[in-house]
């Protein structure tokens, strides 16, 4: 016993211990790690079972209760500057919003509750069709060609918690590497409270997230003093590496002195793919004029991988109005001894701030944190990011959307702020551009207010000032209510290009749904998927062209067993029609209704009680032959 844990320990001291200082570079050291693969993982043999979840619903961010305190000061301030207006619009700039409307391909219900909180929405999705979607709690792995749930596992028998790592595990992050057409899925075990804390790290043997994985355990804690833990992670890969962000915070203390510093990871991620002792760098000691500069996130590449350098993106996240931003480069490969960690302050010619609580019926509000950077990517010599603020003219928590121009050279930064009546937040964004200089982006987000239960939303951004309205993602169907005081809204949401695919996103979000558990009605978070185009003539046509019935979806789809589906279409002359459920081998299960239809929209709904779990079809015909289907997975 006493072997294993000096092994164990060797495995986490730092092979050289470079305290570097470079010129100009202000006082930016890094250090250098190996570590040894804790176990590989069988995801189609693990044994989850009891589907174990710890959850702190009241989990207090960033080190201590005084940090709630602390951020209640902030949006008092916040909330006094800029006060609550009602129709308002915040169009603050010479901002238009002509561009097309996002064209929804696919909606359906995502990942299971497990009574966590918050979802913290992540989603991956592969060039073959393969989509990872994870929560606070657990993965779901999809086969989108197939339209059914391949596998469903908590994040503890994910990571095989079983020994040396805590229990408490949260903030997951996917991501899907179109290089190597591999995954890597990367969160936290442990936290202010616990005595070992880690960042756990996989990596798929191959393009089957059900198969193997490579397991690895970085320490939360990196220098050993038993003081930090490390919080909210971010990732992204270039061609050779994985960059990994956090948060080091110190146990106890007030919220303004538990934040360390922010940190990044530069990770050898073909080791890690291969199953060998994973090479890392840690880059620390990140400053700017002596100050640490505070939740770095990294950039991820637009319809491609970046590399060797990576940029990163950070600000005054809780400045109640502020209009600097930071712009941090890694200039190369881990290896290479010229590479250097470049920070600059940029300008910006719109001003962000700390956003207020976002309402939401019945009096209630959810929690926007601060107005940290959430999602960017790099295309073109250009940087795009977004991440919540204040709407200074109405008062209402919104999205901040940015561009970078000159980003190798001279960069200068654009902002817009976005919103209407509601309240946004937690915003994400991919690259949808099709041709080179494109400036394309989808921008996904959670909306709410008083009369607005809370749902989610997607806006397309086609370049120079001009973007498309809103469109709704998902409908919120009841409060979302489990803490008291502010509730959490998530601290993230997912978004990715389909790679192969150019204009099309997958994004992962939040709203609120009722749900029944035992005797008691529990009003919780629900995961929204989606996949969004940026252009009508993009769109995947489900129905003959020749057909009067049109716009059949379903939702939620996949579906539970005893659960309700919904399945809507429009008609555009009224007749005859028929509707039944047919299995895959053209058996009919069920005539559910024949009767006349006016022309218009419709909804009907119907329980799957009756159906075992797998594959079938909604189907309508009418008078004229015409023949509509709707795949619909029951699981």
Known sequence: MRNFI??????????????????????????????????????????????????????????NESYKSGIKEIKKKVSKRFPRKQNVSSKQKDITFNADTPVVLRNFLGNGFDFGVPNDNTVAISNDGILLSSINSNIYMYDINQDSVLKHISLSAFADTLDTISGHQYDPKVLYDPGEDRFISV???????????????????????????????????????????????????????????????????????AFEESIIWQVDKMSGYNGGSLSAKLWHDITYQGTNIRNIHPVKGGNSLTGPNLYFMSNRNFAVQNDTFFLIEVTGHMT??????????????????????????????????????????????????????????NGHAT?????????????????????????????????????????????????CNENTFAGSSAIFFEGNDNYSKRVTLKEGEAIINMLSGADRWGDYTGSQPKYDHPGRVWVTTSFGVKKKIGVFNRYIQGTWISELSSQPDDSTSFVDEHTSISGMKAYPNPVRQNDMVMVEFETQEMNWTRMSVYDMQGRKIKSLM???????????????????????????QNNNHEIVSQKIVVN
């Open 6 to 63: 000096l092994i164990a320990l060797i495995a986490f001291l730092p092979i050289i211990a470079i305290s570097q200082q470079h010129p100009d570079k202000e006082n930016v050291k890094h250090t250098d790690f190996v570590f040894s693969k804790y176990r590989t993982v069988d995801i189609g043999e693990a044994d989850d079972s009891w589907r174990f979840n710890l959850n702190t619903v009241e989990k207090v961010r960033e080190g």
């Open 187 to 257: 969160h936290l075990a442990g936290a202010s409270s616990d005595t070992l804390t880690n960042i756990i790290v996989g990596f798929s043997q191959s393009s089957d997230p059900t198969a193997k994985w490579n397991m690895y355990k970085i320490p939360g804690d990196p220098f050993t003093t038993d003081t930090n833990w490390t919080d909210f992670p971010a990732i992204a890969v270039t061609n050779d590496e994985l960059f990994i962000t956090g948060n080091l915070i110190n146990y106890g203390g007030s919220w303004q002195t």
């Open 336 to 393: 290479d001894p010229s590479t250097n960690l470049d920070v600059k302050a940029v300008t910006a010619d719109f001003s962000y701030g700390a956003p207020p609580h976002a309402k939401q019926p019945y009096n209630g509000e959810l929690a926007t944190n601060d107005a940290r950077v959430l999602g960017a990517f790099y295309q073109d010599g250009k940087i795009q990011f977004a991440g919540n603020t204040v709407d200074t003219v």
């Open 399 to 447: 999205i901040y959307h940015g561009i970078i121009q000159d980003v190798a050279s001279q960069p200068n930064i654009h902002g817009n702020v976005l919103n209407d009546t509601l309240d946004y937040g937690y915003p994400n964004l991919s690259y949808t551009g099709k041709t080179p200089g494109s400036d394309h982006a989808m921008i996904s987000f959670n909306h």
């Open 594 to 620: 024949e009767a006349y239809l006016e022309p218009g929209k419709h909804e009907v709904s119907f329980s799957t009680g009756k159906l075992n779990k797998g594959v079938y079809l909604f189907v309508v």
